[in-house]
């Protein structure tokens, strides 16, 4: 599976961004998608999850601002943030795995994603 993200850039706080990712390669239906973040010194923390049945799950410093979603038929995932941050300053990555949808959450730690992108870059201006 391999993984590309598009979309990042620099924006003012309150801002929005549409964050893509695509997907190509063998996939597998259980396929768990996820967006993690990770700023300068800092450990790489999940974002958002979108399991196998649909369901999503969100970090609680979203507090309703992202929203994930899958294309499959562009086999694309997204994240679109809106009210950005100067806080949510990051390099953004998806990530992938395949486990079953119950298993599809953001107590998964990073390293048991077995699939990464390269990484977008998203700054917020303040």
């Known amino acids: 599976v391999q993984l590309v993200e598009s979309g990042g850039g620099s924006v003012q706080a309150g801002g929005s961004l549409r964050l893509s990712c695509a997907t190509s390669g063998s996939t597998d239906s259980r396929t768990c998608m996820a967006w993690f973040r990770q700023a300068p010194g800092k450990a790489r923390e999940g974002v958002a999850t979108?399991?196998?049945?649909?369901?999503?799950r969100y970090a609680d410093f979203v507090e309703g601002r992202f929203t994930i979603s899958r294309n499959n038929a562009k086999n694309t995932l997204y994240l679109q943030m809106n009210s950005l941050k100067p806080e949510d300053t990051s390099m953004y990555y998806c990530?992938?795995?395949?486990?079953?949808?119950?298993?599809?959450?953001?107590?998964?730690?990073?390293?048991?994603?077995?699939?990464w992108g390269q990484g977008t870059q998203v700054t917020v201006s303040s």
């Open positions: 979108f399991a196998s049945d649909g369901s999503t």
């Open positions: 990530a992938a795995d395949v486990v079953w949808y119950s298993d599809c959450h953001l107590r998964r730690p990073p390293n048991t994603f077995n699939y």
